[in-house]
């Protein structure tokens, strides 16, 4: 089996780029997915960050309020710590239970949005980094996503730069291309990827 860290910054494609991942064969372990799971009504990591953030947090019916909790970790280092130190062993334990049930020859995906700023590239066999222009993240930030610039400009400012991403990458997708030429690429990684699981 081969693990795969794949991250990008927010607005880089990566949504795109590990859905074409799937297409090809690979098992996908997507922790953004996994990180609203273990935050659903009834759950521990919910009552968690509850308790350390208030029941301002919740929605009327008892959900997170992921936008309100959004604009209040963005804004503060600390309050995001915080928020990770409830959310990231979670993940952590669902992601880890997710791979031992793939096959031996699998390619597992791991789409890690955070993968660099929490220093996680050494649990993974390969990194695969979707690396785009930062004026087209903020152009597809608030085009696509309907942010306001100024709230677009604080998630990506957030997040670790273009140049921390690509300095721990062992593969970069450029996605600044045509989705045609995207698709050609992937196709291109996920060849080596599968090449790399059957003979490890």
Same mark, same amino acid.
């Given at each position: 089996?081969?693990?795969?860290? /794949? ?7 990566? *949504? @795109?780029? *590990?859905?074409? /991942? ?9 922790? &953004?997915?996994?990180?609203?799971? =273990? ?11 509850? &308790?350390? #953030?208030? @029941? ?9 309020? +992921?936008?309100?909790?959004? *604009?209040?970790? #963005?804004?503060?280092?600390?309050? /995001? ?17 997710? @791979?031992?049930? $793939? $096959?031996?020859?699998?390619? =597992? ?5 955070? /993968? ?13 980094? =979707? ?7 903020? &152009? +597809? ?23 921390? +991403? ?33 003979? @490890?």
């Amino acid at each position: 089996m081969l693990s795969v860290g /794949l991250t990008g910054g927010i607005g880089a494609g990566k *949504s @795109e780029v *590990s859905r074409l /991942l799937v297409e090809y064969g690979a098992v996908l372990i997507d922790a &953004d997915r996994i990180a609203r799971e =273990v935050v659903e009504p009834g759950t521990p990591g919910l009552a968690a960050v509850v &308790d350390a #953030f208030g @029941e301002d947090v919740l929605t009327e019916d008892g959900r997170l309020d +992921r936008p309100k909790l959004g *604009s209040i970790v #963005f804004a503060d280092q600390e309050k /995001l710590a915080a928020l990770n130190s409830i959310v990231h062993p979670l993940v952590g334990e669902r992601s880890r239970a997710l @791979e031992e049930a $793939a $096959a031996e020859d699998a390619v =597992v995906v791991h789409d890690v949005p955070l /993968l660099t700023e929490n220093g996680l590239a050494p649990l993974y066999d390969v990194v695969v980094v =979707v690396d785009t222009d930062p004026a087209t993240q903020l &152009d +597809r930030l608030v085009r696509l996503r309907g942010m306001t610039e100024q709230d677009a400009r604080a998630r990506m400012a957030a997040q670790a730069t273009r140049e921390q +991403r690509r300095d721990i990458a062992d593969v970069v997708v450029d996605n600044d291309v045509p989705l045609e030429e995207l698709r050609h690429r992937v196709h291109e990684v996920w060849a080596e990827l599968a090449r790399r699981a059957h003979t @490890e």
